[in-house]
């Protein structure tokens, strides 16, 4: 290793290793040796010819070390870059110390209660131009007696600004399906009403028709009903009034008599005497998960019926879905549900603060969603 060190971290203390700070500021230092209670522990630091070595140093996130009292003793280039800073400059501080006041306590408690050597929490860093910046931060346990810690630093700016913009996109969707639902109810459909009432006093008249227009009259007459039957479906399943009217609770038991009727697909909808109302962008995230549910339910599982149960305290509002079919396990290899999808319903629940878990086995497939309440005032 030519004139680079190998330092064990057990004798040295941070207040008296200035020398053992300065060798890892000058790259003189090669590894770390964390001696453990069945041997030794050597975490490489600056050897090129290491890939994991190689790889710390040259990845994305922010990495760094912290020793027994927290303060760094290693940090990767993108850590500095992070914090607008240099190596240098970051060796020898205390992590803790970088963040705002108001969320150190959140990492101390990180540190204490590790659970299974890793855990993981957001703050908020003060870079050393003074901005502020929001990161996640993960630590492991590097040793038994965590007197070496692993820290992964992830900016989370990028990843809200983009949270942020699947929020606009996902309410100008909606915009626009209540948009275009309402047009098709008002306009389209005033218009298909129009053309019935003309029919029908022409079928007033057969009399003066062949018999073949007047079938081709009593045909169309039908076929106007039709659609307005699917104009008026269409128009509900983009966005349905009761949910702006009545709430979630009523549009849920609208939809799902309207499903079952057309899927033949037994549907036991249980909810609390009165779930209340809730902000709108709660509502309509509810309303499309259980929408896309219902859809997998009958386009994937093979199920005859399912289950819908809502429940609400004064904390959450609890949805779960479940239906007696084959499972997702047993689905065409690339097949994905329709519509929003998997991804789609988690998205739009992360955005109100939601949660979705879904169980699938050979007897079924159960989804279950959990958002914090809040009344609407």
Known sequence: MGNKSLIPVSEFAIDDGSQIIDAIRTGCVDAF????????????????????????????????????????????????????TNHEALVGLRLEDLLLEEDRSAFRNLQDNLQNGSGETEVRLRRFNETVIAVRISLTALSRDRSVTGVLVSDLTSEKSHAELASRIQSLQDEERKKIARELHDSVGQL?????????????????????????????????????????TISHLLHPPLLDIAGLQSAIQLYVDGFSHRSNIKVDLQTDSDLGRLPAEVEICLFRVMQECLTNVYRHSGSDFCSISLRR?????SMEIRDNGHGMQNRAAGQVPAGVGLRGMQERLRLVGGTLQIHSSENGTVVMVVVPTKSES
């Open 33 to 84: 040796v964390v001696e453990e209670r069945d041997g030794h522990a050597v975490y490489t630091l600056d050897n090129s010819d290491l890939p994991y070595s190689t790889l710390v140093q040259r990845m994305q996130q922010g990495a760094a070390m912290l020793n027994a009292s927290g303060h760094i003793i290693y940090c990767n280039p993108s850590l500095a870059t992070l914090l607008n």
């Open 313 to 317: 305290d004064s904390q959450r509002l």
């Open 192 to 232: 298909l009403a129009a053309l019935a009432m003309n029919l029908s006093r022409l079928g007033n008249e057969t009399s003066n028709l062949s018999s073949a227009s007047a079938n081709v009259l009593a045909d169309s007459s039908v076929m106007v009903d039709q659609i307005t039957r699917e104009i008026r």
